[in-house]
């Protein structure tokens, strides 16, 4: 793990941008954050973990909702501050439900959403979204 | 646009993360930094400009190696802290001459390279990689 651990550069923070993609059909599910741990655990695992910023810890994705991701591969950029999870996700990645969190769209001067909720928030969360 | 602009969630440095994916293929090519200045004229041309971090400017995508981005659409995520640019790649998006930026992958708890140069840096910048 040593040589992927040393090729991600770390920002300031040490947290690196990581972005999760369906590894079958190429969406672009999310964008989150990783630090060290989470690196090292979601290749342990195969389960992917971000670092949360607004609860200052790491976050097992689907911990609340159980919409995990399967990690198929962990890809790194050129510069080595980016990241790319081929995942396998399980039901939605967005807490609104939607499948992806990339749903509203520049178009016309204004933004457009274009797609809808699969499942609802109080299905995935009960009534709390943690 | 100030529907845009204003449902973009910029951080303290005036910057968000933006993805470039290829519209047709799905693959993920890079992902970069655009300010408020970089949205508006990605939107206003219809060619993908940044914000080099590195440089402390406006980064119209391709202005040294001529391998441009055409937008297709501009999307938001679900927090607008994030934007994926579906584009048309000219050429190659990687600064090494490669398709995309994330030919590095995590296996057998090392990294392997899983792509080639496609053209070599020296045809992208002369003998200048800028």
């Known amino acids: 793990m040593d040589q992927v651990l040393d090729a ?13 993609q369906q590894h079958d059909t190429g969406e672009v599910l999310m964008m989150a954050w990783m630090n060290r741990d989470a690196v090292l655990e979601t290749l342990a695992t195969g389960h992917v973990c971000y670092f949360s910023r607004s609860r200052n810890r790491l976050w097992r994705k689907g911990e609340s909702s159980g919409q995990q991701q399967r990690l198929v591969e962990l890809r790194l950029d050129c510069d080595g501050d980016t990241v790319l999870l ?13 499948r992806d969190c990339f749903f509203r769209a520049a178009r016309d001067g204004g933004l457009v959403e274009i797609a809808d909720p699969l499942v609802s928030q109080d299905a995935l969360y009960g009534h709390v979204h943690g």
């Open 8 to 20: 991600i550069a770390f920002d300031a923070n040490g947290l690196v941008p990581a972005i999760a």
């Open 86 to 98: 081929l995942v396998d996700q399980l039901g939605v990645a967005c807490h609104t439900g939607r």
